[in-house]
């Protein structure tokens, strides 16, 4: 991998990931001991510079890739068709809100309006950051016996500085809101989809962290009675919920 290309990848990122943060000072001295390793011949010897080499090109694919992180439910991954979920408007945003609140207990959940609904939280983590967000795309699909039918295509999304922490936290929310579609049984694979708008968005406010607690524990509660967590989930969520009041 040549200095040209880790220089090129380092500004990408840093121009991406602001503010400025431990990673990114973490990608600058990667890129500095690039620099020198490939530039400073004397005193370093094959082995220790390949090693060099070999961390740091590990470290500033580990920065450049964690800038974004994006999951999309639109594809079934065990035949690689499209797949959509035959939910009402109400479910969808249910699911979705239920997947943050109980992903994020403690934390103020933001609606993001317009056509694609959707919802997002901020982390902060001593100087990096990383915002997560849920889309609920409404679309129509048509199935293989030409058959159109509404649903929705949940994305998830993240970005920021925090290089590991946010990028396992964002990856468990795909997960968690995957298992709740999944527990839904209303999965239906087509072969195209075109955007639509939702019939009616029902009314959703905004979680408000702690202070909100009674109303992240009906989420929850609503989200157990429908069996779209399971009881252990249920237990562990209610838990972390409680233990912020």
Not at 28 to 42: D, I
Not at 51 to 65: E, K, P, Q
Not at 128 to 134: A, C, H, K, P, Y
Not at 155 to 166: F, K, N, P, R
Request: a positive charge; glycine letters at 10%.
């Amino acid at each position: 991998m040549s200095a040209r290309v880790l220089g090129q990848a380092r500004f990408a990122c840093l121009k991406r990931c602001r503010p400025v943060s431990l990673n990114s000072v973490a990608l600058n001295y990667g890129f500095a001991l690039v620099m020198v390793t490939g530039y400073w011949q004397p005193g370093l010897g094959g082995t220790l510079k390949a090693i060099i080499r070999t961390v740091t090109a590990a470290l500033v694919v580990l920065a450049v890739g964690a800038c974004s992180r994006h999951y999309s439910t639109g594809i079934n991954e065990a035949n690689g068709k499209q797949r959509i979920y035959t939910v009402s408007d109400a479910e969808a945003d249910a699911i979705a809100h239920g997947a943050i609140v109980s992903s994020f207990p403690g934390r103020r959940v933001e609606v993001i309006s317009g056509p694609v609904r959707g919802y997002s939280t901020y982390t902060r983590m001593m100087l990096d950051t990383f915002t997560q967000q849920v889309l609920i795309k409404p679309v129509s699909g048509e199935t293989a016996e030409g058959r159109s039918i509404d649903g929705y295509i949940f994305e998830v999304s993240g970005s920021g500085t925090s290089v590991i922490v946010g990028g396992i936290q964002n990856s468990n929310f795909a997960d968690t809101l995957q298992r709740t579609l999944d527990g839904t049984g209303r999965a239906v694979d087509v072969v195209s989809t075109s955007l639509r708008l939702a019939a009616s968005w029902p009314p959703q406010q905004p979680s408000k962290g702690s202070g909100d607690t009674a109303q992240q524990l009906r989420v929850l509660k609503d989200l157990s009675d429908q069996g779209l967590i399971s009881a252990d989930e249920y237990d562990q969520k209610r838990r972390d919920l409680l233990s912020r009041i």
